[in-house]
């Protein structure tokens, strides 16, 4: 992420950043559920899509176990990433966006050696 223009935040960012976030879980016990919204949804669906800051709904449970490691990220990346647990933001609930989430589609990366 180091080519780009401050406050900007592409489809590859994101991939990284969710696939960093996926490392740094190795060995957790259970799965946690990420649902992106706004702009980084939006990013995700359109590679020439841009957005400032990548918003997360969790669960409660699944906040206190990823926000020390999104804390970590935002000071070394200089990347704004928002967790709302519960879906606490107005016109957010969790639980609508659990049924109605679609699962984007990892393209595979390239292995190593």
């Known amino acids: 992420m180091k080519d780009k223009n401050p406050g900007e935040i592409r489809r590859q960012d994101t991939l990284s950043i969710i696939r960093r976030i ?42 206190r176990a990823l926000s020390g490691i999104v804390a970590e990220m935002e000071l070394k990346d200089k990347v704004k990433i928002d967790l709302f647990p519960d879906g606490e933001m107005p016109g957010f609930m969790l639980p609508n966006y659990d049924a109605r989430s679609v699962r ?4 595979p990366t390239p292995s190593t050696g």
């Open 104 to 107: 984007v589609k990892k393209k």
């Open 22 to 63: 996926d490392q740094d879980l190795e060995g957790f016990q259970r799965r946690i559920k990420l649902y992106c919204i706004g702009g980084t949804y939006l990013s995700l669906t359109d590679s020439e899509r841009i957005t400032k800051d990548m918003d997360f709904i969790l669960s409660r449970e699944d906040f």
